[in-house]
């Protein structure tokens, strides 16, 4: 297990694969719940699935946390939103901080046909984030990441009421990925820029009645921590 975990987090910080982190759902589609990301690949038969090169079958932890940009940070303050932390989720100075809670990943031959070539899902039950204006508090929660469309879900909340389960809520841009740093017996991986989503951005636009949250927005840059054994 140990081995095979190691030997993922390389491949991944080598190929800004692993929170280039991100269930595959339609990426327009505000109500499509992500599944894992094989199913993109259900053409293939039983037989021509290959065996991964790496695979980490349960996820155990950390934590992901993203440092809030700056200009996001002033883009709340422009549009009097006020944010806050949803359940387990922390914001410490300046980032807030998401505990993984659960997932498997499995890395594919980059070299072979078979895509996409980083799979699964990464879960961070029971925590999230609040932006509130006035009477109105939007909770954003729950949150999917799939490794293999960089793409990230939630739940969305208005006034402690679902509107939408797993939306996408955040696309994942893994160019700017920092190599892999080993700490202890956990690895970290840092630098991907976390964007605002066209439907995420539709969404609060819609609640909060303006115009003004942009898609691919910056929101701040993510920083996931795993345990390696």
Not at 20 to 39: I, K, R, V
Not at 42 to 51: G, L, N, V, Y
Request: hydrophobic content about 40%.
């Amino acid at each position: 297990m140990r081995t095979s975990i190691k030997t993922f987090l390389g491949v991944a910080a080598a190929g800004s694969l692993m929170f280039s982190l991100a269930a595959c759902g339609p990426s327009g589609s505000a109500s499509s719940a992500p599944a894992t990301s094989s199913s993109a690949s259900s053409a293939s038969s039983a037989a021509e699935m290959p065996k991964p090169l790496a695979s980490i079958p349960a996820l155990t932890g950390t934590s992901t946390a993203v440092k809030l940009d700056a200009s996001f940070a002033k883009a709340l303050e422009t549009l009097k939103l006020t944010p806050g932390v949803v359940g387990k989720a922390q914001l410490t100075d300046g980032s807030l901080v998401f505990p993984i809670t659960g997932g498997k990943v499995d890395y594919y031959d980059p070299a072979k046909e078979y895509r996409p070539y980083v799979q699964g899902l990464i879960s961070h039950a029971g925590s999230g984030f609040s932006l509130t204006a006035g009477d109105t508090k939007v909770e954003l929660t729950n949150f999917t990441i799939d490794p293999g469309t960089s793409k990230l879900y939630g739940d969305v909340a208005v006034n402690g009421k679902t509107a939408v389960k797993q939306a996408y809520i955040f696309n994942l841009d893994g160019s700017t990925l920092k190599p892999l740093e080993k700490s202890g017996d956990t690895a970290i991986l840092e630098g991907t820029r976390v964007l605002i989503s066209d439907t995420a951005a539709g969404l609060l636009n819609k609640t909060f009645k303006t115009d003004a949250v942009k898609a691919d927005m910056l929101v701040g840059i993510a920083k996931i921590t795993v345990n390696t054994k």
